[in-house]
């Protein structure tokens, strides 16, 4: 048996309680933009990350549900485990590389910049996911679309198949 949480948590008293109330049964928090072909292009570049920095804008009330896919997306790229929980808009650092724009808005899109020693790099995800690279080096770049990524697909499907790298482990 396993259990999946979808959005994460509100608190750190929220995460304790679930915990306490799962005991040793295998636990992952949901995050479908971890699957997003952006992300892995960033991840398959194999570079260690010097800055982050994330600008969201979101189409509901709940600050805090949203505020959970970036720390999560986050702590994949760089492999941490930070956390933070938002409850408010507003700007926030999650840790000394990486921070975070959070602002409600009638349409929903999150912009990301990442940089490491050799590539600036620039997310959109929204209803296309969009992804640009540019090597510092040789100053060329190249950019990708995907046109309606169904990174909730992706995610469903690799449950169904009993993979659950990519998942948060609560």
């Known amino acids: ?10 608190n750190q008293e ?24 952006t992300i892995d292009s960033v991840i398959n570049l194999g570079e260690k990350i010097t800055s982050c920095k994330y600008s969201w804008n979101v ?7 949203w505020a959970y896919h970036i720390l999560s997306i986050d702590n994949y790229l760089k492999k941490s ?33 990442v940089v490491t020693d050799q590539y600036d790099i620039k997310i959109e995800l929204g209803k296309n996911n969009k992804i640009a690279i540019k090597n510092k080096e040789r100053d060329d770049s190249f ?7 169904d990174c ?5 499907k690799s449950i169904a198949n009993l993979d659950t790298t990519k998942l948060e482990r609560l």
């Open 1 to 10: 048996m396993k259990i999946f949480i979808e959005k994460g948590f509100v």
């Open 14 to 37: 929220e995460k304790k309680k679930a915990k306490s109330i799962i005991g040793d049964v295998p636990t992952y928090i949901l995050s479908q933009y971890r699957y997003s072909e």
């Open 59 to 65: 189409d509901s009330d709940n600050i805090s549900e």
């Open 81 to 113: 485990n930070n956390q933070l929980y938002v409850q408010e808009p507003g700007e926030y650092e999650i840790d000394q590389i990486s921070s975070m724009l959070i602002q409600g808005s009638n349409q929903r899109n999150l912009k990301i910049e």
């Open 143 to 149: 950019n990708l679309e995907y046109k309606q990524e």
């Open 152 to 156: 909730l697909g992706k995610q469903i």
